[in-house]
């Protein structure tokens, strides 16, 4: 699919010269700095120079007193405390933090992590009979809970106490439990709204610390995992999530706990330096196996691991898991893709709503982001789970999948997610319906342009502003992700220096210059339908981002090529 070149919209020429001149930098820097909402001395140093210290004050988030104040009583009597979370990479995270830190003060504490197959997504009923039956008084809920008003009011029947930390959109009521810590809620001052899940646990657990006056660092030792939960999670990686995850990745790449220094050992990385994509392409998918394929408490077994020897026990099992999520991910994508290669009716739709009762529930998910890259539209991917139906959804760059399934809720049990991703179920009976109504929602409001992958471009710029002072300015711009990716730049008039030549099946390797700058060498993935064009000698366009490349210990810049255009 061809991609659509957009170039950022130009920002106030003003504000780029001013931050320019106070920063001392190049006009170029100013204006990736205007582009993410830095426009002062002061923004620039918080931003350029992160520290712990700009961490927010957990007390500003509503209810959080209450939530303290709860556990401290619960610890205080001696009340049994259930940890319960969700089974992604986010709510195992979560729950290993929060039960890691309380189990040092209060030894009636365990955790509880759903199946993701008997009970679904978020709190259940089973688990709030778990608590009755275990005698725990009070649970503190960790990435779900904010639309669990039935299974609250259950809970409260049974004189169960709720704290719940979430993250996600609350509906038009929140729950009646004694807290809830949501920084999306409308009544929440809380400054900073895209925490992750384990975000919130660590909010919980600094507050503790303050209010009991104990050293910060006894929070601090959570960061990578913390780091690991923002990076999977694909919350913008902004404000305070930059904070967790700058000094996550330094803790991670230093002094990581056991069991994600399990992971990072099982990892094709071995260059020693961790950063966002591979803990989305390495560290991330071994935890979400767990959950996938057996059971969720195997992820918080090994994330809670009190010795790298018991780790590694539980990142074999872990790896195996993967493994066998791969073969299942693999099966599925190719049988949901002739499906859709086969069937033009399907092909002609805005939609992709795909049904087979036999795919596995752990993969769905997986599977609808892949469908997504091929055939560029919001997609979901739905399956049998004992006698439910179950959906996975993805969406594409500037349409709102949340608000898609809100105006079909009246053929969905139940739904929840956000903006680009969500979860879903229904009744056999209303598959047909849904896949009717989702495309006629969808296609009355969805434009043109978003069902054609984009590249971002911030500017255009020559390969003469390169340099090794340019790169170490952009190296301070990370770490990169959602809202803060690494910059793509427009380079025009390119020529090859060396003849183009395809790497694997569908890569690219090749090098370029323009007029008579110094040569740059490229890596296009999934460029190689371009390398007969490239070769014939004409002049062409290239975005691309920078990186650094170390082969056997030899470092240069090489340009990571996104899009090629004649």
């Not at 999520?325 to 002739?338: H, M, N, P, Q, Y």
Request: charged share 25%; glycine share 6%.
């Amino acid at each position: 699919m061809q991609k659509r070149w957009v170039l950022k919209p130009k920002k106030n020429i003003q504000k780029i010269t001013k931050i320019q001149q106070e920063l001392g930098v190049n006009p170029i820097i100013a204006e990736l700095l205007i582009n993410r909402e830095i426009e002062t001395f002061e923004e620039a140093r918080i931003f350029f120079r992160p520290s712990l210290d700009y961490l927010l004050d957990p007390f500003l988030m509503k209810d959080m007193d209450l939530a303290i104040a709860r556990i401290e009583q619960a610890i205080g009597n001696k009340e049994k405390i259930l940890i319960y979370g969700d089974y992604d990479v986010d709510g195992t995270t979560a729950v290993s933090v929060v039960y890691s830190f309380f189990r040092n003060f209060h030894s009636g504490i365990a955790y509880y992590i759903p199946d993701r197959y008997s009970e679904g997504y978020g709190i259940s009923t089973q688990g709030i009979d778990y608590a009755e039956a275990h005698g725990f008084s009070l649970i503190i809920a960790l990435d779900c809970g904010i639309k669990a008003l039935d299974k609250i009011e259950y809970a409260n029947s049974k004189n169960i106490d709720f704290i719940i930390g979430d993250h996600h959109l609350p509906g038009p009521e929140i729950p009646n439990a004694v807290a809830v810590l949501d920084p999306k809620r409308s009544d929440c001052p809380y400054p900073y709204k895209e925490l992750s899940g384990c975000g919130i646990g660590f909010k919980i657990i600094q507050a503790f610390i303050l209010r009991n006056q104990m050293q910060m660092e006894l929070a601090y030792q959570y960061l990578d995992l913390v780091a690991v939960s923002i990076a999977s999670d694909i919350v913008p990686i902004t404000g305070e999530n930059r904070l967790l995850t700058h000094f996550g990745l330094k803790k991670l790449n230093s002094n990581p706990s056991f069991g994600l220094r399990a992971l990072i050992d099982l990892s094709s990385n071995k260059t020693g330096k961790f950063t966002v994509n591979d803990i989305v392409f390495q560290i991330g998918p071994r935890i979400n196996a767990a959950g996938r394929i057996d059971h969720a408490k195997d992820a918080v077994q090994l994330l809670n691991a009190k010795s790298l020897a018991e780790a590694k026990g539980f990142s074999e099992s872990i790896d195996d898991q993967n493994n066998t999520r791969k073969g299942f991910d693999l099966r599925i994508t190719e049988e949901a893709l002739s499906l859709l290669d086969n069937n033009e009716l399907l092909q002609s739709k805005n939609t992709t709503v795909l049904y087979k009762e036999d795919w596995h529930k752990g993969v769905i998910g997986i599977v609808a982001s892949r469908l997504t890259e091929k055939y560029y539209r919001p997609t979901i991917i739905l399956t049998n789970t004992n006698g439910h139906i179950a959906g996975s959804a993805r969406s594409v760059i500037g349409f709102d999948l949340y608000e898609a399934l809100s105006e079909c809720s009246d053929l969905l049990d139940q739904y929840g997610g956000h903006k680009y991703a969500a979860g879903l179920t229904m009744k056999e009976d209303n598959i047909s319906l849904f896949q009717q109504r989702f495309e006629e929602v969808v296609s009355k409001s969805i434009k043109p342009e978003m069902l054609q992958q984009e590249v971002l471009i911030e500017r255009e710029i020559d390969f003469e502003d390169i340099d090794s002072k340019f790169y170490r300015l952009l190296q301070q711009f990370e770490p990169y992700g959602p809202q803060n990716e690494a910059p793509i730049f427009l380079t025009k008039g390119v020529t090859f220096a060396y003849p183009a030549y395809i790497v694997g099946s569908t890569h690219l390797k090749f090098s370029v210059r323009q007029k008579d700058s110094i040569v740059f060498e490229c890596i296009g993935f999934g460029l190689a339908d371009h390398v007969d064009a490239i070769n014939a000698g004409k002049p062409f366009d290239i975005c691309y981002s920078i990186e650094e490349n170390n082969w056997r210990g030899k470092r240069n810049l090489q340009l990571n090529v996104k899009a090629i255009r004649f």
